[in-house]
């Protein structure tokens, strides 16, 4: 993004590869009790998200509108989708101003001007191909598992509420530069992970290696936003929002709930979840909406 702007975390690192045993390998789930949904949603994140960027770089038309005419313009072969020039945008895309003009998220135009539906548009801008590649083969490997194991609406809940909540931290703290990325959101599949993980804590078998290795993975892509020009604010409102959303809906039921009727009577589940699930989810809810 030009100097001064903010761009959301380009670097999350693929979490499918790294997260070692927090895997389908990493707990054991009753037969019956998990179903396995289709992930259908997560790829029309994705195709939403590239369409939007090619709408972006259309609209901001560098060989007609670039102060140089032209000729400072990436990959002119392209046309009107060319890119601005590297000293502008080294990440290949777009310039401030189109940015701005398609609602990037601005502290000054939300407050003093009422655009709060910059908090949402934002999550769908990206500053470049760098940026818009790193975030969707992120969201790819951390958001379709998460899909195929809770369905479209949960995950869906997560990620938009997510990058909201990404968007609050950001325009509460970044009011200087603007920002765009879908980070803030992917944080939130990361933070729902985690507390995915603590909620359901009785059906794993591998408890403190898939603890560690998530923690690690968040750790590092958190470490990211320590780099020039991130939004680190907004990666830890999306964090936060999703850990807190994971244990009010990712929870899943307690061994022995989905064959409790082919058990004698004196050895059926009598409840759904854990008795701490059901404390961490009130908890989770009220800090939700306190928040």
Known sequence: ??????????????????????????????????????????????????????????????????????????????????????????????SSSTLQKLGALEWDKVVHEHQGWRLITCIWLHAGVIHLLANMLSLVFIGIRLEQQFGFVRVGFVYLLSGFGGSILSALFIQRSISVGASGALFGLLGAMLSELLANWSIYTNKAAALLTLVVIIAINLAV??????????????????????FVLLLRPQFGWAERHQLPAQARVKSRHNPYQYVLCIVALVLLIVG
């Open 1 to 94: 993004m030009a100097s001064g702007d903010l761009e959301r975390g380009k670097n999350i690192s693929n979490n499918n590869n790294n997260r070692g045993s927090y895997s389908s390998g990493s707990y054991y789930v009753e037969p019956g009790s998990d179903q396995q949904w289709t992930s259908w949603l997560i790829p029309m994140f994705v195709v939403a998200n590239v369409a939007v960027f090619i709408v972006a770089m259309y609209i901001n038309n560098c060989p007609k509108n670039n102060w140089e005419g032209g000729r400072g313009c990436v990959a002119r072969f392209l046309g009107r989708l060319s890119f601005e020039p590297l000293k502008e945008n080294p990440l290949f895309g777009p």
């Open 225 to 246: 936003g320590i780099l020039p020009h991130v939004d680190n604010f907004a990666h830890i409102g999306g964090f936060m929002a999703g850990f807190l959303l994971g």
